[in-house]
């Protein structure tokens, strides 16, 4: 009988192994995601401020209460909307249609794609200042606007009216992001088997119908991901508004959720507020999360 | 797991050749949209401010203007901070990369190769750090720094980043294929666990952990947020916050912005070109994602 207890000693090492090999993440995450995302809720529960040295007034739910009466925190709220919206939208539908486009190319498939995902690495700080410099009166964007729209010498205030300082942030993100979410598209299309489209071939079907009948919803699972993924990158936009912000951009039409965290807690000193805008943003976060749960497991695809 | 560029034969669309023309005209037109703004960052970091700003735009330089570059790495105050900055850059994110793929590596083989009691609760939790954002962790994290006293120090910087949980879930997806069979021989020939780790499966991950690598090196050079909260001095600040100052300064002019955004860019796209199938599998990574 010695023998089944070897093995299941065996075992029992190894299982000590598997925990001591996951053990010093665990031990980080606690210390870095689960602890501070706790503190974050419990503060928010209180008025505190940044440097001060009495103890903080509990004040229950006072800070969400506050917020949701704040012109300010809904400010904050449509800027970040309309951003994601306006942001996400064109972002999936664009790099949809060059995925689709380049995979169908015989040649220069491999620069195409470099070429278009190279602003994804640059940094968001260096895009924001090549864009800044580009949205200058006597920059780059309104001489190529005038031209599309044959308006010379007319200067469309990139940067200081209200609606376009917003359509330009969008665009700044649109043209970082967009070749990223295009790769994630091209590999989405490469797992599509060749076999399905010879089969269609083969019962007479047409391009347009292949795309509409076969590629679009077999598509699916990836274009869930790309809007889903894209959306949470929308929601967490910092760096540009940011920078356009200290570029000399009106704060209001951008000051999105992220910058209002910031400012609240860093500027205004508020750190039970800042906190329960954290807690607000991240709740947002969850629910686009489970969303993207629930629907990547009703969605396995099986070719 | 690693990329394939996508196969070269036309598989989706036999296009007449008028479509065939309009689809080039687009990607082309597309192509030099999104390829114009670095352009020009590089061609106006060799010309003067009134030059950069001259309507039309000459894409050519006139003469190479090196002073721009000079004037970035010096700053207006003649400090030569950059140099200084760019180097913290550099310490955080080779640091941050080498912890990320180590304890990544370990926790992701430990939970695809060992069966113990837990572990799908401990994948779940790790998978769980993933929907916490750091926007929604940083003013507590901010906090903790303070009370540490390691705001303004390189520890400050790298201690939040450590591991990632992206990381770990990357590395578990690479090591579940690993054939059982080979581990099994080594410890039959005596290894350790850890000699396991390091001689067999460290040396047969090398396109896992150069694209962890990538992406996570790639993120922290990008890092504005956290080095904002928690960096005062000047010596201990990154590349993003040297940006940030060097563009609300007075006498900032253009063509030196410019210099300094195509300093900051050069390293990480001559890593893009020379490695950019880690960097597409990165992203395609994210499709091979099931449930």
């Known amino acids: ?303 | 797991m690693q990329y394939r560029l996508a196969e070269k034969k036309n598989k989706y669309f036999l296009p007449s050749l008028l479509i065939n023309i309009f689809i080039w005209f687009f990607l082309i037109m597309m192509a030099m949209f999104i390829l114009m703004p670095t352009i020009f960052m590089f061609t106006a970091s060799f010309m003067t401010a009134n030059d950069i700003l001259k309507m039309p735009y000459r894409w050519i330089p006139k003469d190479f203007y090196w002073k721009n570059y000079w004037q970035g790495i010096k700053g207006n105050d003649g400090s030569f901070i950059y140099v200084r900055n760019i180097l913290n850059s550099l310490i955080v994110a080779v640091v941050v990369s080498i912890s990320t793929v180590l304890f990544s590596a370990l926790a992701g083989f430990g939970l695809a190769k060992y069966y113990f009691k837990g572990r799908n609760l401990v994948f779940m939790i790790i998978m769980g750090t993933m929907m916490i954002p750091f926007e929604a962790i940083m003013i507590p994290l901010y906090l903790v720094a303070t009370r540490l006293g390691i705001q303004d120090s390189y520890l400050g910087l790298i201690l939040p980043f450590l591991v990632n949980a992206f990381g770990i879930f990357l590395m578990r997806q690479f090591f579940i294929t690993f054939p059982d069979e080979i581990l099994d021989a080594a410890r039959i020939d005596g290894a350790s666990e850890l000699m396991i780790f390091r001689t067999i499966i460290l040396p047969n991950s090398v396109p896992a952990i150069a694209t962890l690598a990538i992406l996570t090196f790639k993120a922290q050079w990008d890092n504005l947020l956290w080095p904002l909260l928690i960096v005062q001095s000047e010596e201990m600040k990154t590349i993003p916050l040297y940006i940030v100052k060097f563009m609300a300064e007075k006498h900032t002019d253009e063509g030196a912005m410019m210099a300094v955004a195509a300093i900051a860019s050069i390293p990480i796209l001559l890593v893009f070109f020379k490695l950019s199938k880690y960097f597409l599998s990165g992203a395609a990574l994210y499709s091979s994602r099931k449930g």
């Open chain 1, 1 to 303: 009988m010695s023998k089944p207890k070897l093995i299941y000693s065996i075992e029992r090492q190894k299982a000590r192994w598997g925990w001591i090999f996951v053990a010093p993440s665990l031990i980080f995450f606690s210390l870095f995601s689960f602890y501070p995302i706790l503190t974050a809720f419990y503060t928010s529960l209180f008025k505190k401020r940044l440097l001060s040295l009495k103890p903080p007034d509990f004040i229950a739910l006072g800070n969400y209460t506050y917020l949701l009466k704040s012109p300010d925190f809904w400010n904050s709220m449509r800027a970040t909307i309309v951003f994601t919206l306006g942001t996400f939208i064109p972002i999936l539908v664009f790099s949809l249609i060059f995925a689709i486009f380049i995979s169908s190319r015989k040649r220069f498939q491999n620069f195409l794609q470099l070429a278009y995902y190279s602003p994804a690495v640059l940094s968001s700080v260096v895009a924001a200042v090549i864009w800044l410099l580009i949205f200058d009166p006597r920059g780059l964007g309104n001489q190529w606007l005038n031209f599309i729209l044959h308006t010379p010498g007319v200067d469309h205030k990139w940067l200081a009216n209200s609606v376009m300082v917003q359509l330009s942030t969008m665009l700044v993100y649109f043209w970082k992001y967009v070749g990223y979410f295009t790769i994630i598209f091209i590999v989405g299309l490469a797992s599509i088997p060749q076999s399905i489209y010879e089969a269609a071939k083969i019962d007479g079907g047409n391009d347009w119908k292949n795309f509409w009948y076969i590629t679009l919803p077999l598509l699916k699972p990836t274009t869930i991901l790309v809007s889903i993924i894209s959306m949470l990158q929308c929601l967490r936009t910092f760096s540009t508004q940011y920078l356009f912000n200290q570029g000399g951009a009106p704060l209001a039409p951008i000051n999105v959720i992220t910058l209002n965290i910031y400012h609240t807690a860093i500027r205004d000193h508020q750190i039970g507020r800042a906190s329960a805008m954290s807690i607000i943003l991240f709740i947002i976060m969850m629910l686009f999360t489970w969303i993207q749960f629930k629907t990547s497991r009703a969605d396995e695809i099986s070719y």
